[in-house]
């Protein structure tokens, strides 16, 4: 199978059987670096990577049951600020209230930011493009490996990476899972906040998965 096909759950639910077709396709523009949330109502959206995978850009589409890919649209609003080096810097999706859409991706060092970054950018169900991209890192460093995205579509969103605190030894064997929370469909986020500092350590290339249980 070619880097720019994916097999997602299209939503051909039948009722009698509560199952659904696997359909195989390539993704819209040559695309690489796929990420698919479906929504409740059948929909299905879609983000990747394109252009220069030192300076990608992260795209978005999404389509009904049965219908074509709607126009992409471009998330993130400074021009080539994603990067699809390797296979686990890319986009990462996830739906929140009312079709809210959260993204979050791995950036790389520039003008823009000294550092890599690790954006973030949502967007509101009828709103025409997402948001401004804000770097989440705070007052971490040395982000590597993928970062995750998850929303309970409560208004309560999270997102986590892995890293170095600054003016830390930046080594593998210091490295620590660090989460930000939003209350409020991500227009504010906390603090980084620390989850494995009794035990530190996480390989630097690896990605990470997060989900939200239904209690919180």
């Known amino acids: 199978?070619?880097?720019?096909?994916?097999?997602?759950?299209?939503?051909?639910?039948?009722?009698?059987?509560?199952s659904a077709a696997v359909q195989v396709e390539d993704i819209p523009e040559g695309g690489v670096q796929p990420q698919v949330a479906v929504a409740a109502d059948g929909t299905v959206h879609l983000v990747y990577l394109k252009g220069d995978p030192k300076a990608s850009e992260v795209r978005w589409t999404w389509r009904k049951p049965g219908a074509p890919w709607q126009p992409s649209?471009?998330?993130?609003?400074?021009?080539?600020?994603?990067?699809?080096?390797?296979?686990?810097?890319?986009?990462?999706?996830?739906?929140?209230?009312?079709?809210?859409?959260?993204?979050?991706?791995?950036g790389a060092a520039d003008s823009h930011s000294p550092r890599s970054p690790l954006w973030y950018a949502g967007k509101a169900a009828d709103a025409k493009a997402?948001?401004?991209?804000?770097?989440?890192?705070?007052?971490?460093?040395?982000?590597?490996?993928?970062?995750?995205?998850?929303?309970d579509g409560k208004g309560r969103v999270l997102v986590a990476w892995h890293g170095n605190e600054e003016g830390g030894q930046p080594e593998e064997s210091q490295r620590l899972v660090f989460v930000v929370s939003s209350a409020d469909e991500g227009r504010r986020f906390g603090k980084p906040e620390a989850v494995n500092r009794a035990a530190p350590g996480v390989c630097a290339c690896c990605s990470l998965a997060v989900t939200i249980e239904p209690d919180g």
């Open 1 to 18: 199978m070619k880097i720019s096909q994916f097999a997602a759950l299209i939503t051909a639910f039948r009722a009698w059987t509560a």
């Open 73 to 106: 649209q471009t998330v993130n609003t400074l021009p080539g600020s994603a990067v699809a080096m390797g296979t686990i810097r890319g986009p990462q999706l996830a739906l929140g209230a009312a079709g809210v859409l959260h993204v979050v991706w791995n």
């Open 130 to 151: 997402f948001g401004p991209q804000r770097d989440l890192l705070g007052g971490t460093t040395a982000l590597d490996g993928g970062a995750a995205v998850a929303a």
